[in-house]
């Protein structure tokens, strides 16, 4: 029997990762996290699970983020009881993570569940529930950096620093072939830039057999900063977005981001270069994680702030109640509001652009990657409308971005990364990033003599490769597809939306008789591909319909 491994997630997509491996002594995982982005790529989460849970000996997991954990309830859910193996602040982490991911499963169904009692239909079913997030936090085992150790029968692990959140790691994996040979592995989890508060650079041996590494910034790189100038260019936009009278609203992380956005304002503050009214963390999920920072905080390098100052500033207000952050609404300038989710796809975020993209005097600040079909991501496009909890939002801030706040090594710092861990005697599968930043990555690495192109893969959802130490063995693909990669970077509800959007601000700029005239084209169009809508008797205004890309 050979080793072989399954590409259950971020395989041409930046979200979901969960990859399997089996082995003569059985099989593990490492990493479950949610899919994340349009709505073809989010309904792979309500898709049934693709292996049996209860197969499953242990999971190792890279990171709490939510894309690299946020499907571990549903396993629990479905019946796995098995243990999963990550470092102390990853687990100090999803206490809080786990169970807020549950909430947001329960709401989210809740809320359908009532649109659909209208239609007369069946009552939506969550994800997952709460108590499967509270089975799961049953299951954590810690584990330290640089020091081996066997979850399971033929295996060895060791997690690196990778950099990238608290706890964050790469996972060094030996897996036996049932022969005495063992097959080498190495798991980027999501590698971290080299200027960053908090922590070291990313670390990790070299040699392997196989080496699987992220690829989110494949392609792209940022300017070379230092701390300090990444200070002042956030110095800049927060002066910017206040002499401009409004609000300064950031969609942030509850993770890391949230945390040194924290720290660079309190010092910036602290040495008298911005003067806002008031900085709001407005996030529950945030508020606890920022506790586990504290409690954590002997691990930060690079803070120009002790761990007692930096969260405790007079200006600064960590806002839980529902209560509190709805009388945020009330402040029309001169406040910097982060809030979760940072791809803006769910969370209070969604009420504070509700209620400041409409103003002229507002500013948007987006400070980390957004997914293709987000709402993050579609209003950073241009966007000038957009649907939020079912209403049509018009964009009247301005929108603004920065790359320096980004917890993922750009191009390269990736090239970097993966020079440092040659060789690949195997071959290197690049993962977690969409396929054009896969393909970038993948040229700059054949073109710099790193490996032959043969040798550096870029896998698709559930392919799986036969993993020996003298190469890859047989190349399989499943006969049926759970998603068509063409859907994951634009799926055909993001283009939807956008018809509709753009036909109903198209209808409100024409005349009664052009209106008339437009519909009436529009249904002769339908008719010839086969549709037969009843015309109506007097031209109605087109209302978008609510798609999630733009409304979750």
């Known amino acids: 029997m050979t080793v072989t491994l399954h590409f259950h997630g971020a395989a041409g997509t930046v979200t979901g990762s969960c990859y399997r491996i089996v082995h003569p002594g059985g099989q593990f995982l490492v990493d479950c996290g949610l899919f994340q982005g349009n709505k073809s790529v989010r309904d792979l989460n309500l898709k049934p699970t693709?292996?049996?849970?209860k197969s499953i000996d242990f999971l190792l997991l890279t990171h709490a983020h939510i894309d690299h954990a946020g499907l571990l309830p549903k396993l629990y859910a479905e019946g796995w009881r098995g243990p999963m193996w990550m470092t102390a602040p990853t687990a100090g982490l999803l206490e809080?993570?786990?169970?807020d991911g549950a909430g947001i499963q329960e709401s989210e169904a809740e809320r359908e569940t009532k649109k659909r009692a209208r239609r007369g239909e069946e009552p939506a079913q969550p994800l997952y529930r709460m108590e499967d997030a509270e089975e799961a936090l049953k299951h954590r085992q810690h584990c330290q950096y640089d020091q081996w150790f066997e979850p399971g029968p033929g295996v060895r692990a060791r997690y690196w620093n990778a950099g990238h959140i608290i706890g964050s790691a790469s996972i060094e994996v030996e897996v036996s072939d049932g022969q005495g040979k063992p097959v080498r592995l190495m798991f980027s989890g999501d590698i971290g830039p080299d200027e960053k508060v908090f922590y070291a650079e990313p670390e990790g041996p070299a040699g392997f057999d196989y080496i699987l590494c992220e690829s989110t910034y494949g392609g792209r790189d940022r300017e070379d900063y230092t701390l300090v100038q990444r200070r002042e260019a956030l110095k800049a936009e927060i002066n910017l977005a206040m002499s401009r009278g409004g609000n300064l609203v950031i969609p942030a992380f509850a993770v890391e981001r949230s945390q040194e956005l924290l720290h660079d304002i309190g010092l910036l503050i602290k040495q008298g270069e911005i003067d806002p009214r008031l900085v709001v963390l407005d996030s529950p999920l945030a508020s606890k994680v920022t506790g586990v920072y504290r409690k954590y905080s002997k691990m930060f390098e690079d803070t120009e702030l002790s761990?007692?100052?930096?969260?405790n500033d007079e200006r600064f207000r960590i806002i839980e109640a529902v209560e509190d952050s709805k009388a945020l609404n009330a402040i029309k300038g001169g406040a910097i509001i982060m809030s979760a989710s940072g791809m803006a796809d769910a969370g209070r975020i969604k009420h504070h652009l509700r209620n400041n993209l409409i103003r002229?005097?507002?500013?948007?600040?987006?400070?980390?990657?957004?997914?293709?079909?987000?709402?993050?991501?579609?209003i950073l496009s241009?966007?000038?409308?957009?649907?939020?909890?079912g209403t049509q939002i018009p964009v009247r801030a301005a929108v603004r971005s920065m790359g320096n706040y980004s917890a993922h090594a750009d191009h390269s710092e990736l090239m970097d990364w993966i020079a440092a861990r040659l060789p690949a005697h195997g071959a290197l599968f690049l993962t977690h990033g969409e396929d054009e930043e896969r393909q970038a990555l993948r040229a700059a690495l054949t073109a710099a003599n790193k490996l032959g192109g043969d040798q550096v893969i870029l896998p698709q959802l559930d392919d799986y490769f036969e993993l020996t130490t003298a190469g890859i063995g047989a190349v399989k693909a499943p006969a049926i597809r759970r998603v068509d990669p063409k859907q994951m970077p634009s799926d055909w509800h993001n283009a939807?939306?956008?018809?509709?959007?753009r036909l109903s601000q198209r209808l409100h700029d024409l005349p009664d008789d052009q209106k008339l005239a437009m519909m009436v084209a529009l249904q002769q169009k339908l008719s010839a591909l086969g549709a037969e809508p009843s015309p109506p008797a007097v031209p109605t205004p087109v209302t978008p319909v609510e798609s999630k890309a733009y409304d979750e």
């Open 50 to 53: 693709p292996f049996d849970p």
């Open 96 to 99: 809080y993570l786990l169970p």
């Open 307 to 311: 761990a007692d100052e930096l969260f």
């Open 360 to 378: 002229s005097n507002a500013t948007v600040l987006f400070v980390g990657y957004q997914a293709p079909g987000t709402l993050g991501q579609i």
């Open 382 to 389: 241009g966007a000038k409308e957009v649907r939020i909890h």
């Open 496 to 501: 939807f939306s956008d018809f509709t959007i």
